[in-house]
């Protein structure tokens, strides 16, 4: 079976996020006084090829763990879900 | 015959041709090897040095710790082997787990390229041996990710162990604790943000970076004679 999976990391709390804290400087500016506590991160999208959908996330949590993120500054978000069959649309 | 020093070279690093001649100045036979060789027989020392590594994507390198040379320079480093990585060669060793804790992007997201005043804060590492702490030197920064983090149990253990090696006089990128280089426990494996080799000849404005260069040459010599 083929399954998506998306990553999202983020720095953990704790560790300055300059590129979190400039985008929320900014938001009053553009009306958003309402908004707080923004975080950047960035997000992945691959596709993995497992027996069932646990297996898929063990995979994509593996690779979460030793290249997307570096736990020393990261936490990293794992979700799974099966994959749209071949030719379909995404 | 002359300490041999490796200088590692990925695709994206660019400082290769100043730390071979810097090297060369202070005495010691430098050559390139490149990223894909998993053998280092015959070098006394490596050296990580600075650019981009695999264009610093992801994150600066974390793509170049996975290249094949990595395993042979974790392997060289477990031996004692003097390991030095400057600038994105720092950012490769703390990747890969040979240096603790991270560098992430400077304080306010500036990019500094500035003659940087450090201060030598422990002579218990190859680049600093014999050189009296509290020395100050001038060697210049370039970098965008060179604030060093790490948890809170780390930096004590490093503040401790005497393993902070340099420390900045005046903090550019908001690094914890003022650090701009860190040994390993043993004191083989350095890695720092500043560039020694752009500070090897008062021509180019500092000479500072050759006590530092020639520690290294020393402590290579050492491997050589042993």
Redesign the interface.
Known sequence: MRYAARVEVR?RPG??D??GA?IERALPALGFDDVREVRAGRSFRFEVDAEDEDGARRRAEELAHR??A?P??EDSDVEVREAAPAGGSR | MSARIGVVVFPGTNCEHDTVLAFERVGAAASLVWHTDERLDGFDALVLPGGFAHGDY??PG?IAR?SPVMGAVARFAAGGGPVLGICNGFQVL??AGLL???L??????RFVCAPARVRVDSDRSVLTARIEPGTELQIPVNHYSG?Y???ARTLAELRDAGRVVLRYVENPN?SVDDIAGITSPEGNVVGLMPHPERASDALVGSADGLPLLRAMVAAAAAVRAA
Do not use: M, Q
């Open positions: 720095l560790i300055a300059p590129e400039t290249l997307l570096n020393v500054i | 992801l994150r974390a996975f703390t990747e603790p804790g991270a992430v992007k400077n304080r306010g997201l604030s983090v790490c948890d908001g």
